[in-house]
């Protein structure tokens, strides 16, 4: 199971999850960020505007769907740009991917992953 | 080290709060977020058990105006309009433990959590490998305590 933090521009974020939800990626949760990348942000004159605003996208996949996904996340946030042929731009974003070992489901007491039952799961309240 | 990630509704966060402090819980760090399940934002109408769901209140500030109003999810039917999906604002609470207090802080905030209805949340356990206090440098796990 695998955890995907996608840092991407907020005029994207609509486009990014009709796209998953065309690949049956419907869940997830969605933050706003701000933040800057390798490039300290963006300077105007004197000024630098280091805190751009971001949309996180956090998702938790299969390793499968994970690999669908990262890739639809991918091509679809980036900015397609006529000057350098399709290669994005600064500031497209990020995506991190980490494991997850388990993942509960809290209205069923269910766990997936490698985890044994949680203790609630019996009806003992620990 | 484990980081306990775990999403729940906004009106059981203080429920949650104390409930946590009484395991001795020490560091939370909360979230405001928006998000969905894989009912895409919408509550199935047949699905709602006996007792009914827990109402949910007013408008969160988070939402914009794409979104589905909350109040929207309170009727059994709704109409076509309203059935498109939307997120919904839930807390995201981020919680890094010790391998072995892991289990009792799940089994709380399942406990605390679970109203059997959709929209509960989830709870995901990731892999931690340090952590620093920022005051003084210490890593692993005396920076927890």
New interface residues.
């Given amino acids: 199971m695998k955890m995907i933090w996608a840092i991407i521009r907020p005029e994207y974020s609509q486009k990014v999850i009709d796209a998953l939800e065309k690949i049956g990626i419907s869940a997830m949760t969605r933050l706003h960020a701000t933040g800057h990348g390798a490039e300290m942000g963006i300077t105007a004159g004197l000024v630098n505007y280091s805190e751009i605003p971001k949309e996180m996208l956090m998702l938790v996949l299969s390793d499968i769907d994970a690999a669908h996904a990262v890739k639809i996340i991918s091509t679809t946030a980036k900015t397609w740009q006529k000057e350098n042929s399709g290669h994005g731009a600064v500031g497209d974003g990020k995506i991190f991917v980490t494991y997850v070992e388990d993942a509960y489901t809290i209205r069923t007491a269910e766990c997936r992953g490698t985890g044994a039952d949680p203790p609630g799961k019996t009806g003992n309240t620990v | 080290m484990?980081k306990i990630?775990?999403?729940?509704r906004n009106e059981k966060v203080e429920e949650t709060k104390s409930a946590l402090r009484k395991?001795d819980v020490k560091g939370i760090t909360f979230?405001?977020?928006?998000?969905?399940?894989?009912q895409?934002g919408m509550i199935p109408s047949r699905r709602l058990p006996a007792g009914g769901c827990p109402p949910y209140i007013g408008r969160h500030p988070?939402l914009r105006q794409?979104d589905v109003p909350v109040s929207a999810h309170l009727t059994n039917r709704p109409t076509e309009n309203e059935r498109k999906?939307g997120?919904l604002p839930?807390r995201?609470l981020i919680i890094v433990a010790n391998d072995s207090d892991v289990?009792?802080i799940?089994?709380?905030?399942?406990?605390t959590?679970?109203?059997?209805?959709?929209?509960?949340?989830?709870?995901?356990?990731?892999?931690m490998i340090s952590a620093i206090r920022v005051r003084n440098g210490e890593q692993g796990d005396s920076a927890l305590v």
């Fill in positions: 484990k990630i775990a999403i729940i395991i979230l405001h977020v928006t998000g969905r399940g894989l895409k988070l794409d999906p997120f839930k995201m289990k009792p799940i089994g709380v905030l399942i406990a959590n679970r109203t059997g209805c959709h929209g509960d949340g989830k709870i995901f356990v990731c892999p």
